[in-house]
């Protein structure tokens, strides 16, 4: 029997092991056989599972953000393992799990994350501006720990939103190296607020996953909503109007094309480069994911998020000692 | 009489001085009166001039790229000036002018830029990439010197192709500290390549002034003029065929959409930064001319290049020192 | 010499009236004659006028908004009436000339609508919803009075904004009396705010004649404006949060695709049917105006704004008696 | 045993009832196993049914639009109601059953519609238009008074299309009384034919339910039969060639985009009336349907004929008092 | 005193010789001065024409369609041959001119071209579709001989569109001997009605010049317009409506695209082949067209009717004996 | 126990024969029962198959391209054909059989394809690109022999590209005939190698049936590919620059859409004419294929490749003799 993590399983493993649910969905087969499908997770990966002659009159019910205890066997099918369960429970307070230890996270403490944009407020020169900024950062401190970038897309995991801006953040310095008359306070400003509003937009538990979009989030959207709480924030500190404009027309043009939500294209350079360091960086995230398991000279599968492309893992390698992302901060 | 350079004309001056000529066209009014209708530039900025009763058939013809001496007047009509022409002649060798003086150039010298692109060369440590690379950028070094990134949009300056190159290096450089898991060498190869044949596909005068594309340049276009630079050379230099292949890829890819002329989206994370370092690199720059003459708090004309938007100067100013863009190099 | 007004206009008419500049430029021939290019307006329509070997420098200025006495004659030239100006002078306060005289107006007093805008806010039952509502167009009802809805489009009269708002709340009316389903409350307050921030978008002048966009209403855009605008006065009043997210919903889709400003299509049927009631309102004061001057059995020309089509004037009549529009109070 | 409707059907309830059948398939498990799979009506709802270990060889064959007893059990899985079919027999004569009793119909009579129709007629004062639309809708009233107006979209039920087109047509009356010069009598002509010919692009049964396209329904579209149906019909009945003209042009124009079958968009105030009209109504049929079962402050799924929208259900009410949609006529 | 062709003109010429006007606008300079601006042409091309000092009210009105004597002298701007009339006056009939000499005709006759119809409409082995196409061949023969296949775009000559037809036919037989399941009867058909009424939907004078479009052609296009006649006719010869249907279908389809003006896309391989013959045959005359005056080895201007492509005249030529296009009957 | 083809079967039969596989998976029911799912092909036309309880961990396992004996039978289920497996094994090389004769193939021997294809290269009269034509064909031959035009679209069959070829050949031929000005030259050189660098796509087994696309397939497109091998080959035999330089922009235009492939649209005639004839071939082939089975007087489904069109077999027949289609050669 045993506690291997998920990443490691392979097929005819006997496993006893807690999981976090991720996914809960009570199936019937043609024939009428009832039984419980299930997304496990631990922070190694995911598994699919499945307990058969399940009833949900008779047993208890499995949901969403659960941990459970299960006990069962691996196999394999058409490449994919699968997790036959024979034995399931939930976790109790005498299993003393920490939940947290369960899902998939962003690679640096949410902690040193936002230190890192208090550092980066701590660079804006600007009054104004600053004051705008870190009024909304502090105010929304507890929601920004947690919340990832994306119910699905990119930087859907635990401080994921963090994670998107405090890279943003790093190119955002770079990026004001090489075109120096892009002004920082603006840029920087307008990379942290950017998805501000996605805590308004959706709602995620404490887990970092997000169950649904707000009702406001489903009307408005994160873009509008971003507006107002700016516009609000600014009048509330004093802040010169035109600060507060500037940075409500980043937060309105940073989708860049209507279709994707940016009634307006970006009018000043730093709204532009927003954009740019926007897309980059969800691009460098998903790429990154694409290609983790792809071995060099193949190709990944189509990637839905990428326009349906795939793609390719190349075997030219450079000789530049690789250093490792947790080196960033 | 006044030898005033273009940028200082004001309204009633009289003016005595060397032009270079732009663009020349032989113009008739509504009223069959023939008249010369010049632009006329130095390296401070460009003015109409009209020589009116011109007549081709008894005066000399002048033409693109001549150096002229010009007597006129100075005069204002709808906010722009204009440059009435009293006595023109084509400068002579006794005038003993340096026709480079005349032109609109990039910030830095041809060859400290040159030497820029070489220095990134040196940092490529994969052999068959740095061997493609050096012998490409060596066998086009006289054109490379001289030549513009287009005819009419960004970059369009003496030299402007080696300033768009070195510039976007610089941003590999940076974004390649953030994403470390970027091929560098690609990254690197890929930026000084992506455009290089635009030497093929436009022809320049030695002043980097385009006249016109040509006949391989219209039917088939500078990307696979490039792709089959890179597959001769590659061959030629006994290039491992997959870093050939990769770098094809890249130039292939890097206008990223099929209505732009990238017939494959990129596949590989270097080609994906490429195409966005090369916009952003031609956002900056259209938008910082957009922007000269604009003044803070208002806003520019609506500019074709960058999809007939207006463009604001913010009065939304930072302490930060402004850091002349020579401080590049 | 005549008085006539410019509906009345014939070629040969010697003419010595007062007209309001429209549009006034100063331009140059190809041969270099100064002349100044005005466009007059007075109620009943608008003409060319030109006054030749003007000269900025030693005559006044004439400019947009002014009232001018003007002496000339009319010609005819392909088919258009022009005025060549013999004398003109700026009118003075002897002259004692009302302004709004001469401008084009919508076709019902401003007060009488105003007056039909409080009727309607009066049949809304929902309280949130009538604060909201009733607040908000007194505080702007100054603007409101004189804002044409459109610098160059639809209802771009003075007063025009009034004009559309009150005909779609008549045809709201309408509507909801064959879709009783439909939550007239919304639909009300919907139609009468759902342009209500082009007063904050624009720049108009008293005489209701647009000059400019502002550089709010250039950076985020009347429908982002308006939304704030519902948001801060919703906070105010103490209204119900949902009432306020319904409306500034409406807001948000009215436009219903994104490439005209709309990220969200509307997803409650009272925003749909805004919609449909705006566009249908603009279609028929454009169609109307193409086809005043079309005789029967024949077509207009194309019309920019109606996608480039031309109109068709039928000569099929009903024998239905004419009602005139201004019954519609 | 219960003889509920389907509305009232809860898990546990063992049912014996008639239905009618909308759709039939044989399947068979991935294990091989066939059994019947019916989509059952009666005027309350649908739900789906089960008949397992069915044969085809050896038991009768069922299809749409047959009636038939059932007695079964209901289930519910995933939110779900099923009916498990124990026994089975197809209605015979002595059942003495109206089909008509079975299908999913319009709101009112279509006696009363098609009067609705003829009333609408009469208000029409060209001659000639009268003429060309009384013959049209007297010749194909038997068809008239059962099809649906799609197979579907928006108005799939029997009679669905004189339902859609009296909506439209009081939606007409009450827009010619705000827009007073619209032409009535091209608005109701066109109200009423727009889709006739949607009698000869499918096939119905005379329950309203469409089991096909025709052929020529499928090679020129119910646009294209329409023009030519009054093109002869005002031939016969010698109408004036333009109002003839008219007709065809608006229902040639009625879909508007000619992605969506409108190879001329409309040219006439009318024609461009009739176009909103009709897709108000579509949407409000839609909307209506999509909401129907949503609780107040929820949104509905994703709803494909709506763009592939969520609609909201608004939680703010107004005290109007509800006005039953059957006080329509 | 020279009576040369337009196509032989040279710079310095004196002329004098008939003209046909192909079109005539009086224009005004922007100094007010009224002059006569003409389009001339003869077989042999066409050239620009302007009477100085003219005036509308002392002189005759000089209209399209006339012919007249001009007497004037040939100079050059801009690359552009101009005629500066001296004298004007209109043809007489003592002149005993025939116009038809004037105009730009298809290089066959119009009896051959339509003998060559009548030839391919005895090779229909179908009686029903043979009926079809002579029966509306023969009703508009006498258009027929002087059509042109459009106003401004492909084959806009006289005889135009039975130069297009014949031209297809000839292509349509080779094509059915490569794809021999190609019904041959629908194709030729289809080919000879495709376009047959753009005589109902432009008016054409007896030079086969179109001068509008019909009220019929606006409101619903030759596309539609065809169609109608289609079925008009085969109810009237009691063809197979089967077969009428097909022929209606591959004229609605034959534009192939929507936005094109086909509503369906084509459904049977003749249909689909037609549409390909129709589009080769306008492609092969506007390129022929546009690369007429072309050199070897150099570009056209970008060309409007070819989505603004440029096009290259190659030198690489082919030893192939050139035959005349005369020999295609 | 028979040996009928698979066009053959019927319900009840009881089969013994030799298949080859085209495609094998290892599925699981969801109550967890493996089976083997295969598609097996003889040349008359495909069936599925099914072995139940199939273990790959005790039984040999099947894959592409392998050839089986099979014991089983046929039932219909959804009018479908199945194949029931009682016994299966792999062939052996005492069944002596060749398994070319179980692939679909194009309706010609290969060599005599290839033979006409050499008889069209003799007909090109200049002589550099007859050798840069025949050096390419001779080098690829064995390739060309076996490659289908495609992986799954049209002329998916063993020798395929041959047979797309050649019938382009015969239609090009026919072409020139009528549009006479036309470079024969060309048109045949760019018909052999519009596709040629499919070979270097796509690897194909020696059944002519595609695994999978190379990796430079993948990276550049057999467009880009194509463009290489010209201009390698050109410079190896020496030829005409412009020759070469011709042909490849004839193979970059042949897709005309950017979004299909090809940057530049065709600038040349015989480009253009390239880019029909390709697209008619392919349209005639599926338009063939989806016809196949349909009955006179009906409507095939929805064809994927065709616009997702359904096609419609007409039942108006010519007299004309059917002419099998290996009379081409």
Redesign the interface.
Known sequence: METKKIRDFQSGDLIQSFFLVKAA???????????LDLTLVDPTGEINAKL?DYSTETEPKYTINMLVRIRGSISE??NRLQLKIDKIRTATQEDALDIGDFVPVAPYSPEVMYGEIEKYIGMI??A??AKIVSTLVAAHKEKLLLYPAAKQNHHAVRSGLLYHIT?ML??GE??S?????L????LFAGIILHDIAKIAEMNASELGIVSEYT??G????H??QG??MI??TAVEVGA?P??S??L??MV?SHHYE????????????EA??LH?LD??DA??YD??RA?EKVED?H?SDKVWLL?N????????????E????D??F
Do not use: C
């Open positions: 969905e009570y199936k019937t087969t043609s024939t009428n056989k009832s039984y058969w099918w058409q020169e600007n104004d501006i890279t790093k190119m770079k990026v190296e090489v075109y120096v008359s002004n920082r306070d603006l009702v406001e489903e009307l408005l959207g873009i509008i507006i107002k516009d609000q010169d035109e600060a404009l500037l409500q027309h309105l209507p279709e994707f939500g940016s009634p307006k294209r970006p009018m000043i350079p532009e480069i740019y897309i980059m691009r460098m790429m990154g290609l000279g190709f326009n492309r795939k793609l390719y893992k190349s075997s030219v390698k450079s000789s530049r690789y250093k490792e992302p080196t960033l």
